[in-house]
């Protein structure tokens, strides 16, 4: 974010950190690593200024990111805080709607601040810092908590190399712009513990994985002239592989990793019968975004998701639709 616009609201928010004491940390569902990574900084830092903090989300910390989770853990809905807060802070999340359950538990008077890089944020908070030429949630933060004068503990570090490092791909997606490796080479120097953020979120796997990605790769297929990929993950093979169905989410980077694809599909039953969870990836200009707000879903150009209604392959041939529909327009 640029230093100026992180200042406007900086005065805000140290207003409300300085006058407040109970604050709740919340994310979109199914958090991935920048809601996760987000949500622990900004627990650290109000910590450390004294506060009463928790975190409270709708669906559990996937297995490769539960080792920044802080002693006492995250609460997961409808496990909840015995205190109310007076303060929420919404990362990473476009819209009320998509944190899921938690919004069942923001107080009616609580203050909400929003902090988010999805073009498609309502602004629903009653501050809102969001801006989309930013690679992370992450990225944000640093600024703000900079401006704020906190001092970034490894701790803090660690967490934000978290959220830079998984929104862009290992700093290969085209949102790995100079700010975000200067944001993460500063992160470094304060201390975060890289190596270990690496091997915890991209190198270790457990065996039951790497079966279920024997299962998932199994059904790949391509579609119009080779532009499109899809993949799918069925209750049955987490339950064959007894992977959980959060631990799932890197196997979108599968479907558009092969060459000459546009658009890469991830389609995964949910555990409500009958509704599949849809995750795109792009690349070439072509703005998944724009496919998935037709199914009510959204996120970002090169990223987007949505859920639908149906059977794993009446929902591939929905989204196919659509999908050549928009690769025609591009030809
Ligand atoms: P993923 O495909 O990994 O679930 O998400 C990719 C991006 O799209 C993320 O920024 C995520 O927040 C967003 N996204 C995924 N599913 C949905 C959805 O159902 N609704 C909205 N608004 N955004 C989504
Ligand atoms: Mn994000």
Known sequence: MKEAAATIYVNDI????????????????????????????????????????????????????????PNGGIYIYPELPKEEAEVVFALDCPTLDRLGKTRECIPKDAKIINIDHHISNENFGN??????????????LLSILKEMKVKI?????????????????????????????RAAAFLIECGARH????????????????????????????????????????????EKTRVDAIDTQELADIPISIEGVYVGVLLREMTQPNWVKVSMRSRNGFDVNN??????????????G????????????????????GL????
């Open 14 to 69: 140290c207003d409300i950190v300085k006058r407040y004491h109970r604050f709740l940390i919340t994310a979109h569902v199914r958090a991935d690593g920048d809601a996760i990574g987000s949500e622990i900084a900004l627990y650290y830092a109000l910590k450390d200024m004294g506060k009463s903090v928790s975190i409270v989300n709708d669906s559990a910390v996937p297995q490769v990111y539960r080792f920044i989770v």
């Open 153 to 181: 503990s490894s701790d803090i570090a660690t967490a934000l190399y978290v959220a830079i490092m998984t929104d862009t791909g290992r700093f290969t997606h085209t949102n790995t712009t100079p700010e975000a490796l």
């Open 195 to 238: 190596n270990e953020v690496t091997k915890n979120v991209y190198n270790t796997n457990s065996f039951n994985q790497i079966q279920l990605n024997a299962h998932v790769l199994n059904t790949v297929k391509l579609h119009f002239e080779n532009r499109i990929a899809t993949v799918w993950v069925t209750k049955e093979m987490l």
């Open 127 to 140: 501050i809102n810092i969001v801006t989309d030429d930013v690679c992370a949630t992450g990225e944000i």
């Open 306 to 325: 949505c859920e639908i209604q149906g059977s794993i392959l009446e929902v591939q041939k929905l989204i196919l639709v659509e999908l050549e529909k």
């Open 291 to 304: 496919i998935a707000k037709k199914f009510g879903g959204g996120g970002h150009k090169y990223a987007a």
């Open 328 to 331: 025609l327009q591009k030809k």
